[in-house]
């Protein structure tokens, strides 16, 4: 009992810091250190200002009027309708350039992971995403728009008369916008497949399974996570555009479906997203409803912190989830 008690009040160590204090750095160390607390001080700041003005904001010209009615097709929008068709239209575009971009996506890190031969096409492949990955999202428009007023891709948008093709639809604008959330599945994906060790496949092996079927039954199933994480960030590029949007989709106020059938001839149409609504109708558009322009980009807010809150969800099933790796 008494060495117990000895023990019990005998001081804990104190924890160290295995730098050593900051005190005891140089002058120019402590104000580098100084400079990293306050560039990440001022990044949370601000994210938190952007967060709680367009809140403010959002919340005092939303509802639900905004949400379920449609827009009219008038220069002064304050008066008008809402922005349900760029809200149907967004979810529409991301949903056509995520189902682009996610098998494409997934194909090619599966190849630069497991095979990457020859070495000179790896190598030419992933400079290739790197160029896309920083590639202005106007060049990209331009060049979808040069692409799809082909003859050849007609089909693809609706066409005027004497068969004169536009470029301009979902298809064509899905098709570019999967160009923006390719580089992110792929560096998603290649870093989950990287991720798993080596026993793994070499277990596959030993079970007779052959390589294709190793990276179907195991490799694939074992990046999920890592897969839905590119796959969740691309979308959310997607649905922040705005370029694309206006050059690709045309940006007219309500959705204009092609001929054909209802899904097709919505796909072959134009139409507008929350981007270009609140582009248009903030003070330096053309509509004159920056009321309506402020309740928009909150709802787009509340989507890309939705999709930042799945991806943060997902990372940390894989953190908790991976325990092969140990």
């Given at each position: 009992m008494a060495a117990a008690a000895t023990a019990a009040r005998r001081p804990r160590p104190r924890r160290t810091d295995p730098a050593g204090s900051s005190r005891d750095w140089h002058v120019a160390d402590r104000m580098g250190l100084a400079l990293c607390w306050s560039a990440g001080i001022a990044l949370c700041l601000l994210a938190l200002g952007i967060v709680l003005f367009m809140l403010v904001r959002g919340l005092q010209y939303l509802n639900l009027d905004l949400l379920f009615t449609h827009p009219q097709?008038?220069?002064n929008q304050s008066k008008t309708g809402g922005f349900l068709d760029p809200l149907i239209g967004t979810f529409l575009l991301i949903a056509v350039g995520i189902a682009i971009a996610l098998p494409l996506g997934v194909a090619t890190a599966v190849w630069l992971s497991e095979y990457g031969r020859p070495f000179w096409l790896a190598r030419a492949v992933e400079s290739g995403?790197?160029?896309?990955?920083?590639?202005?999202?106007i060049v990209l428009a331009i060049f979808g728009l040069v692409i799809f007023q082909q003859g050849a891709l007609g089909f693809l948008s609706f066409t005027g008369?004497?068969?004169?093709?536009?470029?301009?639809?979902?298809l064509t604008a899905g098709a570019m916008m999967a160009l923006i959330g390719l580089p992110?599945?792929?560096?998603?994906?290649?870093?989950a497949l990287q991720s798993i060790p080596g026993h793994v496949r070499e277990a596959s092996y030993a079970l007779g399974k052959s390589k294709f079927a190793?990276?179907?039954?195991?490799?694939i199933p074992g990046a999920r996570r890592g897969i839905a994480t590119g796959a969740t960030l691309g979308m959310g590029r997607i649905a922040g555009d705005t370029a694309i949007v206006v050059i690709l989709l045309g940006a007219s106020l309500r959705l204009e479906s092609a001929t054909g059938t209802p899904i097709v001839g919505a796909l072959r149409g134009t139409g507008s997203t929350l981007t270009s609504y609140v582009y248009n109708n903030s003070p330096a558009g053309e509509g004159n409803a920056p009321q309506k322009a402020y309740a928009a980009a909150f709802v787009l807010l509340l989507i890309v912190i939705l999709l930042n809150f799945v991806v943060d969800l997902i990372a940390r099933d894989r953190t908790g989830a991976a325990t092969w790796t140990k």
């Open positions: 097709p008038d220069l995403v790197e160029v896309v990955a920083g590639t202005p999202s008369e004497g068969n004169a093709v536009f470029g301009r639809s979902f992110l599945v792929v560096g998603a994906t290649r870093e190793s990276i179907r039954r195991v490799l």
